[in-house]
């Protein structure tokens, strides 16, 4: 265990610096002293403010007006970048423009109901078999061989395609679509160096003009999908959006429903191997109930979406703490998820317990995960059929245990070394 995990057992509650890196790996002692004893917790090195109690994070997720998404400055470190090889990059692309997830209502309304029935029950009843075929289709190449690193080889395949899919993108470009999702993450996730934000600068840039050629093809012929919904967008004799705007809410539709799917999809495994009285429960019964059990409480635990920034419009105070206006909040949604006080025994893995159907693994109010009943419908569909051809699923012998990666929004495994049996 590193100093860190091992300090922040013990040390003067004002020092911990939540977004030190081993933290934002392991976070879980972190997040019960926080809960417990500094709910809402001013970052000694950063000043940012945590809030780490369940009802305190909805609070903040149902009050916009106070909270807003609107974030000039730290959201994304290349955009704010004061370097000038990185802003020469960033100079020849369009504008970071505040869309959904970064925007405030009434904007966030107008930007969301243009790509809302993209996400709607008909949408997504049409796309089960495209999400069910891919899922054998990725299934087909590891099979065989016993053993895959699942996160590569199905966590992040399966919702890329989908999303692809949907998007109106040719199975050519996926691997295209991979790298840049992993610029925009690693530009959020306030880990990179100088040669890391470069990178991530020239990822964002070739993605926004690959993405500026696919809207003007579908400007010209639109077609079923959601670049021509974003482009040809006009409702109620609304103006069109603009490129920006466009390209703001295509990279929020990639990179949110790539990163976090995966993350869920390969934590459930991890679930399983760690509970194996969960495992022979789901074993004994592949019913859609209990797949879906397994799903709510995977998204619990593993809430991939772990804290979202909001910035104080007025001063606030929240358990005593004085907030200033204009301060930088975190709503911490995976230690809301993981609250004594709303899940009993939170840390438990239980597919059987009652509320597992609350967590707040999507958010709350206005900002709700837009993809939600997409994702929702990817793990039941992926993991049913996981469950239909492999079994006894167990960490590859001699493999260490997997690791979490740094990032101070997302958090995810960096892999996972499976072994299975064929059924
Ligand atoms: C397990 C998978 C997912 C998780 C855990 C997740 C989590 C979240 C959370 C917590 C929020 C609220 C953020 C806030 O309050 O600031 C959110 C919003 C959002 N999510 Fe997801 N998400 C997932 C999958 C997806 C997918 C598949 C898409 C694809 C469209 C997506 C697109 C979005 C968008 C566009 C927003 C912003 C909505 C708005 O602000 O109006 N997400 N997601």
């Known amino acids: 265990m590193s100093e860190m995990l091992e300090h922040v057992k013990t040390c003067p509650i004002s020092q911990i610096s939540p977004l030190h890196p081993d933290l934002l790996r392991c976070p879980y002692d972190m997040n019960r002293r926080l809960r417990a004893e500094a709910p809402v917790h001013r970052d000694p090195l950063t000043g940012i403010f945590f809030i780490s109690r369940f009802d305190d994070v909805v609070a903040m997720a149902q009050d916009p007006e106070t909270f807003s998404s609107v974030m000039p400055g730290l959201s994304s470190r290349a955009v704010n970048s004061d370097d000038q090889e990185i802003l020469d990059i960033m100079a020849q692309g369009y504008p970071n423009v505040p869309t959904m997830l970064t925007q405030d209502p009434p904007l966030q309304r107008r930007y969301r109901k243009f790509v809302d029935g993209a996400f709607g029950p008909a949408s997504l009843r049409a796309l089960e078999p495209f999400i069910e075929k891919t899922s054998h ?16 080889a199905f966590g992040i395949p399966l919702p890329l395609r989908v999303i692809a899919s949907q998007i109106g993108l040719p199975d050519k470009d996926l691997h295209k679509l991979r790298e840049w999702t992993e610029a925009f993450i690693g530009n959020l996730s306030q880990q990179l160096d100088r040669d890391g934000t470069l990178r991530a600068a020239r990822g964002i840039l070739e993605f926004q003009h690959y993405f500026v050629e696919r809207l003007e093809e579908r400007r010209k012929s639109p077609q079923d999908d959601i670049l021509s919904k ?3 967008a006009s409702i109620d ?6 490129n920006a705007e ?15 799917t995966a993350a869920s999809l390969t934590e459930g495994i991890w679930l399983l191997i760690q509970n194996p009285e969960q495992y022979a429960l789901l074993e004994a019964d592949h019913s859609p109930e209990m797949i879906s059990r397994f799903v709510e409480e995977t998204l619990r635990i593993s809430s991939p979406s772990a804290n979202m920034f909001r910035r104080t419009t007025r001063d606030v105070i929240l358990r005593g703490v004085t907030i200033p206006a204009n301060s930088v909040c975190f709503a911490r949604f995976a230690s809301a998820n993981l609250d004594d006080a709303m899940f009993a025994d939170a840390m438990r893995f239980d597919i059987t317990r009652d509320n597992l159907r609350e967590h707040v693994a999507f958010g709350r109010g206005i900002h709700h995960c837009l993809g939600a009943a997409l994702a929702r419908r990817e793990m039941n569909i992926g993991f049913r059929v996981i469950f239909e051809r492999l079994k006894n699923f167990r960490l590859v012998s001699g493999a260490s245990a997997p690791d979490f990666a740094p990032n101070a929004l997302l958090h995810g495994l960096t892999g996972l070394e499976l072994e299975f049996d064929r059924r």
Do not use: H, K, P, Y
């Open 230 to 232: 974003v482009v040809n």
């Open 246 to 260: 466009c390209l703001s809410m295509l990279s929020q539709i990639l990179v949110a429903g790539n990163e976090t």
């Open 137 to 152: 289709f990725l299934i087909d190449q590891f099979a065989a061989g016993g053993r895959c690193e699942f996160l590569g």
């Open 237 to 242: 004799g609304e103006t069109s959006l603009n």
